[in-house]
């Protein structure tokens, strides 16, 4: 079965600038949750949601937001760019949050 | 707060060396726990999982891990790495009902052939 998709994979914005991320879980899966992973850092979580419901959000100013679809895709907007949200942006699905999570390949942000 | 250490942020290894990677969790109630792995060029996959029953639980790869509540630890192991092991591990903690699995920094582990 398909994996977990994200798109873009790359992107370079500029600072001030919003952007938003998509990501498309595998099929039947109804938990989504987005990461940022920066080197040293390990994976910070930004937010999970099910069933369109966000469910838990992690330490990250309100810039970063997120939304899920009926159909469970979700996306992540960062509004206001700063240098320093330059990071790989992970998101993973999962049947429920307690379960075991597959990760998408990331999408690779560069603020300049 | 919950958090999760990882005890070496670097571990370089010889073949057939053996390999333990530490993991303490700050929780105290119920939690599951997972060691994920990163190949270089890959993305994030499952490597094992403990939910409850035997504390030692074995992975894909010859990866082994135990669950020690009393210390709060994940320990993964294996005992002797090859060189296509080199990736970086993950070790993470979610307490049930929390709905926010939470990763150590991780550890990079390069083998040398």
């Known amino acids: 079965k398909a994996g977990v998709t994200q798109t873009p994979r790359y992107l370079i914005k500029t600072r001030g600038q919003q952007v938003t991320l998509s990501c498309s879980p595998i099929?039947?899966?109804?938990?989504v949750s987005w990461y940022q992973q920066t080197p040293g850092q390990g994976l910070q979580f930004l937010f999970e949601?099910?069933?369109?419901?966000?469910?838990n959000k992690g330490n990250f100013p309100g810039r970063f937001s997120g939304r899920q679809f009926s159909n469970s895709r979700s996306e992540m907007n960062v509004s206001t760019l700063e240098l320093g949200d330059s990071a790989l942006y992970l998101c993973?699905?999962?049947?429920?949050?307690?379960?075991?999570?597959?990760f998408g390949q990331g999408t690779r942000l560069t603020v300049v | 707060a919950q958090s999760v250490s990882q005890h070496n942020h670097h571990v370089i290894l010889s073949e057939a060396a053996s390999l333990e990677l530490g993991c303490n969790y700050s929780?105290?109630?119920?939690?599951?726990l997972f060691w994920y792995v990163q190949y270089p060029g890959q993305h994030l996959q499952l490597l094992l999982k403990y939910f409850s029953g035997d504390p030692l639980v074995k992975g894909i790869k010859g990866f082994e891990a135990e669950f020690i509540k009393s210390k709060f630890s994940f320990n993964l192991r294996k005992p002797s790495v090859q060189w296509s092991d080199t990736a970086e591990y993950f070790c993470?903690?979610?307490?049930?009902?929390?709905?926010?699995?939470?990763f150590g920094a991780g550890t990079r582990l390069f083998v040398k052939a």
């Open positions: 929780y105290g109630g119920t939690v599951n």
């Open positions: 949601y099910f069933s369109e419901t966000q469910r």
């Open positions: 099929s039947g899966h109804r938990s």
């Open positions: 993973a699905s999962s049947r429920d949050t307690n379960t075991e999570a597959f």
């Open positions: 993470a903690v979610i307490h049930t009902g929390g709905f926010k699995t939470i």
